[in-house]
């Protein structure tokens, strides 16, 4: 089971609509409102899915308070066979055709890529990063970017 997530706005659930109708894009964050419900988009995966906030949204007379967990969202498909059949048709014939290109551009960065590991190998300066989590992710756009604060396994 997924972990929950919990978070107080200040402010009313038509406040933080608009605010999150304001700024559809927050970083490499995607806020979605659509019939009611509100989506936040917290990581890419893959080519078309994603890792999303759901939250249901409890309201009180001054506050709402957002109650989630992060579900990974793949693509919508409304293509029927015929489309998709095209599709890869085209696909695989790009493929044949730049294959060579994309062969030797790739050879190219990799090549780049290794010049630069040795450089900094050879200087020391070998830097480490590590990237957020999911969960840090949300923290971030929840509390850092709309104002909400955390709640934890309580009620706002």
């Not at 972990?3 to 038509?14: A, D, I, L, V």
């Not at 490499?28 to 419900?37: A, C, D, F, H, Q």
């Not at 693509?75 to 014939?93: A, C, E, F, H, N």
Request: positive net charge.
């Amino acid at each position: 089971m997924s972990k929950e997530y919990r978070f107080c706005y200040h402010g009313t659930k038509e406040m933080l609509f608009h605010q999150c109708n304001q700024c559809r894009y927050v970083n490499e964050y995607i806020i979605s409102t659509l019939g009611g419900k509100i989506e936040f988009g917290i990581e890419r995966a893959g080519h078309s899915g994603g890792y999303w906030y759901t939250p249901n949204i409890i309201e009180y007379e001054d506050k709402i308070e957002l109650v989630g967990t992060i579900q990974y969202i793949g693509p919508k498909s409304d293509q029927g066979y015929r489309s998709k059949l095209k599709d890869k048709i085209i696909t695989v014939l790009l493929f044949i055709i730049f294959f060579p290109v994309v062969l030797l551009t790739y050879l190219i960065i990799k090549l780049i890529d290794f010049v630069k590991w040795l450089s900094a190998k050879i200087s020391k300066k070998e830097k480490k990063m590590n990237p957020k989590t999911k969960e840090e992710k949300l923290y971030d756009l929840m509390i850092n970017h709309l104002g909400c604060s955390n709640v934890e396994n309580t009620s706002c």
